[in-house]
């Protein structure tokens, strides 16, 4: 059974481009949230999808957004990068109806230059 | 808006010894999950807890929900050096938005 998987692993970009990331979840799964995983602050939730609507939404600023399609890949958009973007992006999946826990994926790590 | 706390931030432990980590949330929760990260890698899903004073048992690892569902603790016994990471507790208010802890980071030493 595949994992969640994320592209790309990695990625540099430059202060003022955006940029998108991509998430499969795990085959079944209809629930992806995204995390934003920094040394200071930690994992800081971004936002949750289910059945290609966005049900929780965390506190980052408009330049993050995010959605899914009908086969509950999702992505995610970072417009505007600043520097301070530069951190480990991760993608966690579950079944979405009832209480279970979160498979996340390997992450993408954005440096922003 | 909601807020989960962790202590300790960081633990050495020796091998053997034993190992605690306590979660505390500004509100009270619906569930609450523990999760292991190793260095390097990405979080890993340990066990859920649902009911007021719950405990649950894995192996060398117990984990407890607070009577008023809003604090959380993971202790492992005779820690080894496979117990290195750090451990995060993620709590929900039922709405499937899980705000993680501050994490705790444990070294053991061999």
């Known amino acids: 059974k595949a994992g969640v998987t994320q592209t790309p692993r990695y990625l540099i970009k430059t202060r003022g481009q955006q940029v998108t990331l991509s998430c499969s979840p795990i085959?079944?799964?209809?629930?992806v949230s995204w995390y934003q995983q920094t040394p200071g602050q930690g994992l800081q939730f971004l936002f949750e999808y289910f059945s290609e609507t966005q049900r929780n939404k965390g506190n980052f600023p408009g330049r993050f957004s995010g959605r899914q399609f009908s086969n509950s890949r999702s992505e995610m958009n970072v417009s505007t990068l600043e520097l301070g973007d530069s951190a480990l992006y991760l993608c966690?999946?579950?079944?979405?109806?009832?209480?279970?826990?979160?498979?996340f994926g390997s992450g993408t790590r954005l440096t922003v230059v | 808006g909601q807020q989960v706390m962790q202590i300790p931030q960081y633990q050495h432990v020796q091998e053997g010894e034993d190992f605690t980590t306590y979660c505390n949330s500004s509100?009270?929760?619906?569930?609450i999950q523990w999760y292991k990260q190793r260095p390097g890698g990405h979080p890993v899903f340990l066990i859920q807890?649902?009911?007021?004073?719950e405990v649950k048992k894995q192996k060398r690892l117990t984990f407890q929900f607070g009577e008023a569902k809003k604090n959380s603790s993971l202790h492992i016994t005779a820690t080894q050096t496979t117990d290195v990471g750090t451990y995060f507790c993620a709590g929900s208010s039922g709405t499937y938005k899980y705000i993680f802890g501050t994490g705790t980071r444990l070294k053991v030493l061999a």
């Open positions: 807890l649902v009911k007021s004073g």
């Open positions: 509100t009270t929760l619906s569930n």
């Open positions: 966690a999946s579950s079944p979405g109806q009832g209480a279970t826990g979160y498979t």
């Open positions: 085959s079944g799964h209809r629930s």
